[in-house]
């Protein structure tokens, strides 16, 4: 059982930058965030094996955010920049205990959420 805590979501202006962080109570294989905007499905934004030697991103954010882990916190950051209104979501960290993939059904422990809004 792997237990996740999610932190650093608030309120930001369009261009601007926030990180959130996910705390893991163990190490699984791979972390992931997703997010979900009001009345959408939740969708993939990024992974990364806990070795850290391999990341993966979904288009609309490459370039933007970063995804990256402290192997002695047991934590894994999203760093977020150049947040734009559609970024607006409650984020969702996860651990996959088997594969890094961007498929929400791979992943088996799920944090409570950490709402981003970003004004225009």
């Known amino acids: 059982q792997v237990q996740l805590a999610e932190s650093g979501g608030g309120l930001v202006q369009a261009g601007g930058s926030l990180r959130l962080s996910c705390a893991a109570s163990?190490?699984?294989?791979?972390m992931g965030w997703f997010r979900q905007a009001p009345g959408k499905e939740r969708e993939f934004v990024a992974a990364?094996?806990?070795?850290?030697?391999?990341?993966y991103s979904e288009d609309s954010v490459k370039g933007r955010f970063t995804i990256s882990r402290d192997n002695a916190k047991n934590t894994v950051y999203l760093q977020m920049n150049s947040l734009k209104h559609e970024d607006t979501a409650v984020y969702y960290c996860a651990a996959a205990r088997v594969r890094m993939t961007d498929f929400r059904g791979d992943y088996d422990y799920w944090g409570q959420g950490t709402q981003v809004t970003v004004s225009s």
């Open positions: 990364i094996r806990w070795s850290g030697l391999s990341t």
């Open positions: 163990g190490r699984p294989y791979a």
